[in-house]
């Protein structure tokens, strides 16, 4: 049988693990994450070289995808910031602590007000309090291939994205003959070095992109699979971190 797994948030996904840590590299997650700081306004910080910035997060904006920073109050570390290519943040937020490392800080606006303005991170680390940050190299962003098949045709696709509910993003070549309310079956999807996957894609919406300069099929679509499929597909984008 079908289903779509469900968990709440990575904060109770945390309070799970054996380690106490997370890598998300789920980009929808991390959107969720973030979206939930700016609503609480919950203070972020970056340790500088000489001084500490304190701000808090302002606006995320998908379709960049850049976050803004509100300035602080200390001039001099705000002129610190946008001298750098890339600024990590500290966030204590809904029981766990959050890092994750936002690049290119540039002057922006923000419904009238000057913030700063920086690209989104590709990753996140999730840890519980007084645990020490991971050391060592972290992994990289995830690179899953799937086949799509649409009767006896079929397809390839990049997953690129996968949250704790079963909603995604596939990536393939611009001539995919699919469109939204299509149900896929019997998809496969491999990550390098382990068995293939079989799922069924429920696609939500088709957009056509420029992906790395070349033109791509985007879709937005639930992965739908028994609980212990959509567990396995899950850890390739949120990681507990051993």
Same mark, same amino acid.
């Given at each position: 049988m079908r289903s779509i797994?469900?968990?709440?948030?990575?904060?109770?996904r945390l309070g799970t693990?054996? %380690?106490?840590? @997370?890598?998300? =590299?789920?980009?929808?997650?991390?959107?969720?994450?973030?979206? %939930?700081?700016?609503?609480?306004? &919950? #203070?972020?910080?970056a340790r @500088?070289?000489?001084q500490i910035f304190l701000s808090r997060l302002v606006h995320f904006d998908p379709v960049e995808p850049q976050v803004m920073v509100a300035y602080c109050d200390h001039k001099p570390a705000n002129s610190a910031v946008l001298a750098l290519r890339s600024v990590t943040f500290m966030c204590n937020h =809904?029981? &766990?602590?959050?890092?994750? &490392?936002?690049?290119? $800080?540039?002057?922006?606006?923000?419904?009238?007000? $000057?913030?700063?303005?920086?690209? &989104? $991170?590709p990753i996140l680390l999730a840890m519980q309090h007084h645990r020490n940050r991971a050391h060592g190299q972290l992994p990289g962003e995830a690179d899953v291939q799937c086949e799509l098949w649409m009767? /006896?045709?079929?397809?390839?696709?990049?997953? /690129?994205?996968?949250?704790?509910?079963?909603?995604?993003? @596939?990536?393939?070549? #611009?001539?995919? #003959?699919?469109?939204a309310g299509t149900?896929?079956?019997?998809?496969?999807? =491999?990550?390098?070095?382990?068995? $293939?996957?079989v799922v069924d894609v429920q696609?939500?919406?088709?957009n056509h992109v420029m992906h790395n300069g070349k033109r791509a099929t985007r879709l937005g679509c639930r992965i739908m699979a028994d609980r212990e499929q959509m567990e396995k597909i899950i850890r390739l984008f949120i990681i507990d971190l051993q």
């Open positions: 797994l469900t968990m709440s948030d990575i904060a109770t693990t054996t %380690s106490g840590q @997370l890598l998300v =590299r789920s980009g929808i997650e991390i959107e969720r994450v973030l979206e %939930s700081m700016i609503r609480d306004a &919950a #203070p972020v910080q @500088l070289k000489d =809904r029981n &766990a602590q959050f890092a994750f &490392a936002c690049t290119k $800080p540039s002057q922006g606006m923000h419904l009238g007000r $000057p913030v700063i303005r920086m690209s &989104a $991170p009767g /006896v045709i079929s397809f390839e696709a990049k997953l /690129v994205d996968m949250s704790l509910d079963g909603k995604a993003f @596939l990536l393939g070549d #611009p001539g995919i #003959p699919v469109c149900r896929l079956q019997n998809a496969r999807i =491999r990550d390098v070095g382990r068995e $293939p996957l696609v939500d919406q088709v």
